[in-house]
């Protein structure tokens, strides 16, 4: 028998070698006979080789005889079939690139999902060819007549996942083409075919109870519940010795590859829950159970814990061939979550599978949960795409490998071009885990002198496993020595290390947004700047950036900004910045920055072709500021225009807008939108009138940012240009408006941004702005704009009034400008209003106006004004503003910024954003094409129109 033997290798090893010569394509018949032949010549040199003089290697000693035998033959027998599939590669007539196409079906999923464009930017950059579709039925690629090279990679997502099963034939596909579903475990594991209920069933029955809760029995789309008996839980983070009072929920993912034989693979990354802590927190597995159990412990648990879902996933491969409904793909693989209970022990028992990952436990599953799922399905590509090369050099014409008469003869060991091609990738599995550490086969109970011949390919996936844990375990004596020498410091030194690592790679992995946006181009670590666009009623964006290592930091707008932060998105274009930083030196220093623009589009608006009515509105049915009173468009009563002007700037009023239907907002013309007094008009005062209204007048500003777009906004009025402006934050004072016959002066109040002990109280901001202004003379020529968004009280209006009586000004005139809408939105960072808030500050806003007119103050009612359009804010963070200044350069591209002109000591910068939002201009021919900037936003041209009048009564004429 050994003579016949070792004839049949010689012959097939010279066959090889002519046919390697000729380039010609070897079969896989030819190269599993030569491989097997090599380990019988292997086996036989090695159990022949005199035993003195020999050193073997380092990893043999302190193991048995029989167990350093197997590893030199396995070692020799993975080498040698290594060797001849690196020829048979290079002597292959098609190259592998011919199969690298990729279909990913993603039903539901829109191109915007993160996971989407994970698996499109990963398959990508592995060298895949990738096609996005909708459904099985949808796709090109995926019909008959493209054969074998049509694809080699078919990614079916939940949604699809029934059109994949429908169209694909599973039991007719190429050895090189792979499906991320096995159909025999998805029929095992779902509710329809009994699910977890059916296994523990036939468990009972044949007296073998499996790992698992009667209670498991039940829809696994539900979230498991605790036990009733786990109320004394500790904390999730405590290290604790098992007990009865310990009760964790875990969930563990896990990648079969193969049913039979049976081959799984377990990720390092978990989602714990216990019954104090019900929302889950992503960690890893190891670092979970060494922190619950301690040192020996923990590799018990993960011991017990491996061998629990094995037991299952071997029950539910029996069920599978008992059953006959195994549809036979060498490359398919099946993701699967098990959850897990452990509760006073180190064995947990089984409480629901499911057949995909799911992280409905985390806390913030639209972020943790994509982020982590991203994550593990990126580790999973490249855990069993790495060997993409060996499929197509195995699969050649089958005319070659018949004339070798299959495998009779050859040590006994049949193995099928199918087996074969297993083997080659568990192999390269084992020696490049990554993130995944094998589940099954399991070599805790294996014994190579209890392993017989012939060998079956069960039999060598075990010694394939068992060679490659030696090499782990001994590697990890020789590097770990050291610290395993105080096993409790092991993991603090692990996170030390980290904490202290350097951003060797400053990129992100991801950009993840809620809601998701479709970003300009599709993201790529490597691309630096991004557009996005958002629907009107998009008014508010969570970003988290995450990088590709942990040692790198995100921060947000700035060095220190967060990692993950609320956007007001307004009208327009918004930038935000998003810094990688190196967080190991006392200072972050900033490694790359990525830009992201986002562009908020305007109110949707139906231009106006034929009959239409007009609709009023007060306040939005999103925000009902005034409860109890109507809410959105209703239909305006015409009647004859007001024929007296407004006796003041705050008049009852209403928005009014042409629409052709007022129960639907989207049949309006929004461009035609216009503030409406109900009992009288506010003139409009056009230039001319205006320059004379203003001449040998000064106008004294005091308030924020809101406050300071009604003054720009009155200076380009005045000037017909503006050719000045900064988001100055202090004193600003201007003495070249209208011919030099006009001063304006400003003080930005209050100083927000100061510590509360330096910050400037409003009695010493005015007391400063008037000395700047000075001369005054006490007179209507001299007015003074006091407002902004909601810092202004009652006292606020009493100062004045004492501080002007002080100052000999008691006769000048004061404008209020009221309160306004903002910070109405939850922004991380600042202060945010709720509902009812909102609605207490109108009942301030009322009082404010109310002791306005008690002073013999004028009032601009702006909180009326911007109550209705409250979403039509432009850029900054408190979504209070309703104004921007855009620069007039024609050779500025849309996202360009606008610069910022600083004439004080003191400027704070703020947003540079650039918008698109609909311009309601006066008087557009009156402008001077010599403009530098423009104040644009309707809602603050209407208000700061209003101001006008006011100022200007007598000078006004009727000109809508």
Not at 651 to 679: F, H, I, K, M, Q
Request: net charge neutral.
């Amino acid at each position: 028998m050994r003579c016949l033997l070792a004839s049949v290798c010689g012959l097939l090893l010279r066959e090889a070698g002519m046919l390697l010569r000729r380039r010609s394509c070897s079969g896989p018949l030819l190269l599993l006979g030569v491989a097997v032949c090599l380990f019988y010549q292997t086996l036989m040199v090695s159990r022949n080789r005199p035993r003195t003089g020999q050193h073997p290697p380092a990893d043999v000693y302190s193991r048995k005889p029989t167990d350093g035998l197997m590893v030199e033959e396995t070692r020799s027998f993975l080498s040698a079939l290594e060797t001849l599939q690196a020829q048979n590669q290079q002597t292959s007539v098609s190259p592998a690139q011919r199969w690298r196409q990729a279909v990913v079906l993603t039903g539901r999923h829109v191109i915007t999902d993160t996971e989407v464009q994970l698996y499109q930017r990963v398959l990508q950059q592995m060298g895949y060819k990738v096609q996005l579709s909708r459904y099985a039925e949808t796709s090109s690629l995926l019909r008959p007549k493209q054969g074998i090279s049509g694809w080699s990679l078919l990614v079916c997502l939940s949604s699809s996942e029934r059109s994949c099963l429908r169209r694909v034939s599973f039991s007719h596909l190429q050895n090189h083409q792979r499906v991320n579903l096995l159909p025999g475990l998805m029929e095992v594991f779902s509710d329809a075919g009994g699910g977890l209920c059916q296994l523990y069933t036939r468990s009972h029955l044949s007296g073998s109870e499996l790992p698992m809760r009667p209670y498991a029995c039940g829809a696994t789309n539900q979230k498991p519940q605790f036990p009733e008996d786990s109320t004394g839980a500790k904390s999730l983070f405590q290290a604790v010795s098992p007990s009865p009072a310990f009760v964790a929920m875990v969930n563990v993912y896990v990648v079969v590859t193969s049913v039979n034989p049976l081959t799984a693979f377990l990720h390092d990354i978990s989602v714990v829950m216990t019954n104090q802590e019900q929302t889950g927190q992503s960690t890893q597995l190891k670092s979970f159970l060494l922190q619950q159990f301690g040192y020996a412990a923990s590799h018990q648990a993960l011991g017990q814990l491996k061998k629990v879902i094995g037991d299952v996933l071997q029950a539910a491969a029996s069920t599978i061939m008992k059953d006959q409904i195994v549809k036979r793909c060498v490359l398919c693989y099946q993701l699967l979550t098990f959850t897990l209970l452990f509760s006073g022990s180190i064995s947990p028992v089984i409480v629901q599978v499911d057949s995909d990952w799911t992280f409905s436990a985390l806390s913030d599953e639209s972020f943790d949960g994509q982020i982590t799922k991203d994550l593990i399905l990126e580790d999973t590509l490249h855990f069993l795409l790495m060997s993409h090369d060996h499929p197509s050099s195995i699969t050649q014409a089958k005319t070659e490998t018949q004339q070798y008469g299959g495998c009779r003869g050859t040590f006994g060991v049949c193995l099928s071009e199918e087996e074969l091609l297993l083997l080659l990738q568990f192999n390269q599995q084992m020696k490049t885990p990554g993130a995944f550490q094998l589940l099954y086969p399991s070599t805790s109970s294996f014994s190579p002198s209890s392993s017989s011949h012939p060998l079956n390919v069960s039999d060598l996936l075990l010694r394939i496993s068992f060679y490659y844990e030696l090499q782990k375990n001994n590697s990890f004596r020789t590097d770990q020595t050291e610290v395993l020498t105080n096993q409790d410091a092991a993991l603090p030194i692990d996170l030390k290390a980290e904490m202290k690592g350097v951003c060797v790679d400053p990129h992100l992995r991801q950009i993840y947004t809620d809601p998701p946006l479709s970003l300009t181009p599709p993201f790529n670590p490597w691309v630096k700047e991004y557009r996005a666009e958002v629907t009107f009623d998009t008014v508010m964006v969570r970003i988290r950036p995450e990088p590709v290592s942990s040692t790198c930091h995100v921060h947000l707008d700035e060095h220190r900004g967060p990692r993950m932060a609320n956007f007001p998105v307004g009208l327009g274009n918004s930038r935000i910045n998003i810094l990688v930083t190196d967080g190991s030196r006392p200072e972050p220093v900033v490694m790359t920055i990525y830009t992201l623009h986002v562009f908020r589009e305007s109110r949707p608006s139906l231009p106006m072709f034929g009959d239409h009515v007009m609709c009023g509105f007060v306040q939005d049915c999103g925000l009902l500021v005034q409860p109890g009173h109507p809410c959105g468009l209703e239909p305006l009563i015409t009647s004859q225009s007001p024929a007296e002007s407004c006796s003041s700037g705050h008049e009852p009023g209403r928005w009014v807008v042409p629409c052709l239907s007022c129960s639907d907002n989207r049949t309006c013309d929004w461009r035609e939108v216009a503030w409406r007094p109900d009992s009288c008009y506010h003139p409009l005062v056009d230039c001319p009138q205006l320059q004379d209204c203003m001449a040998d007048r000064k106008l004294l500003f005091i308030g924020d940012s809101t406050n300071r777009g009604m003054m720009y906004f009155l200076m380009e009025r005045v000037n017909s240009s503006l050719e000045d402006w900064g988001k100055a934050h202090n004193t600003l004072v201007y003495r070249n408006l209208n011919g030099g016959r006009t001063l304006i002066s400003y003080s930005y109040y209050p100083q927000f941004w100061l510590e509360m002990s330096q910050r400037p109280t409003f009695r010493q901001a005015l007391e400063q702005l008037l000395h700047r202004s000075r001369p005054l003379l006490n007179s209507p020529q001299t007015v003074l704009v006091v407002g902004g968004v909601q810092w202004l009280n009652t006292n606020h209006l009493r100062v004045i009034k004492e501080m002007l009586d002080r100052e000999g000004l008691s006769n000048i005139e004061v404008v209020v400008k009221s309160l306004g809408m903002g910070f109405h939105l939850p922004v991380d960072g600042i202060r945010s209003l709720s509902l009812r808030e909102v609605q207490e500050l109108y009942k301030e806003n009322q009082n404010i106006i109310t002791i306005a007119k008690h002073y013999g103050y004028e009032v601009i009612d702006t909180f009326s004004i911007t109550m209705g359009r409250y979403k039509e804010f432009l850029q900054g963070r408190c979504a209070c503003h309703f104004h921007e200044v855009e620069k007039l350069d024609s050779s500025k591209t849309s996202y360009d910024t606008t610069p910022t002109v600083s004439r004080t000591k003191s400027t704070k910068p703020g947003p540079r954003l650039w918008s698109q939002s609909a311009m309601l201009d006066t008087d557009q021919g009156a402008r001077s094409n010599a403009s530098s900037y423009h104040v644009r936003g309707p809602v603050n041209q209407v208000y700061s129109e209003i101001l006008l009048s006011r100022l200007c009564p007598k000078t006004t004429k009727l000109n809508t």
